[in-house]
């Protein structure tokens, strides 16, 4: 396993950079995250994960080891291969995706292209104790209609002792199904029922 090149880089796109290290010129896939960290420069330390197919042997790279890591959960998930990974890497940070699986935010998952409402389910599904165990908290930066409310809402949910994670669950899944909910009061009511 190649789990890193350390190298120049001769050629760069926002999809894919060529490093050349010793005598080498390495193909190496990346998302739009990771070409905004090496855009600027010309030597780098780029981690990878090189994946095996019979007719290909394709290298991925990545500018932090929590965005490979995240990259191999997501290709373990059953239907999604590593263009997909890529792509939610690009479309998403880390971090977004961690929360909106930990959250079982849906709608924020099927917003990248190629994933549909059963390969959500599946990411949520197989990945979110994973999640869970790597810890951290839930961001609020990508969840569905009115932040302002949510948050409000979500502040209110706390004060009553409620678990934040349940809590944001709860939130996204009252928003994902009923976008015209116009009241912090409405949306509290609504998230309780859930929890209830």
């Known amino acids: 396993m190649i789990t890193h090149i350390n190298g120049t880089i001769t ?24 070409y905004a960290k090496v855009e600027k420069l010309e030597k780098v330390k780029i981690l990878t994960y090189l994946h095996i197919k019979e007719d290909a042997h394709t290298l991925y790279g990545f ?7 995240l990259f191999t959960h997501l290709i373990s ?9 890529q792509v939610m ?4 940070s880390a971090e977004e995706i961690r929360s909106a699986i930990i959250g079982e935010n849906e709608v924020a ?17 197989d990945l979110k104790s994973k999640m869970m ?15 302002t409310i949510r948050e409000e ?3 209110a949910l706390l004060s009553l002792q409620v678990n934040k994670i349940q809590a944001q669950k709860a939130l996204n899944k009252v928003l994902a199904e009923q976008p015209g909910v116009k009241t912090v009061e409405d ?6 029922k859930q929890l209830s």
Do not use: C, W
Not at 89 to 92: D, E, G, K, V
Not at 109 to 125: F, H, T
Not at 133 to 143: D, F
Not at 187 to 192: E, I, K
């Open 89 to 92: 890497l690009s479309q998403m």
């Open 11 to 34: 050629h760069k796109t926002a999809t894919y950079i060529v490093v050349e290290a010793g005598g080498i010129g390495y193909h190496i896939n990346i998302s739009l995250s990771t």
């Open 109 to 125: 998952l099927r917003k990248v292209k190629g994933i549909g409402p059963k390969a959500a389910k599946q990411i949520i599904l």
């Open 63 to 69: 500018a932090e080891g929590e965005e490979r890591t």
């Open 77 to 85: 998930v059953s239907g999604i291969g590593p263009t997909t990974a």
């Open 187 to 192: 949306l509290v009511r609504l998230a309780l």
């Open 133 to 147: 165990k790597s810890g951290g908290e839930l961001t609020s930066s990508l969840l569905p209609a009115d932040n």
């Open 153 to 155: 809402a979500l502040s």
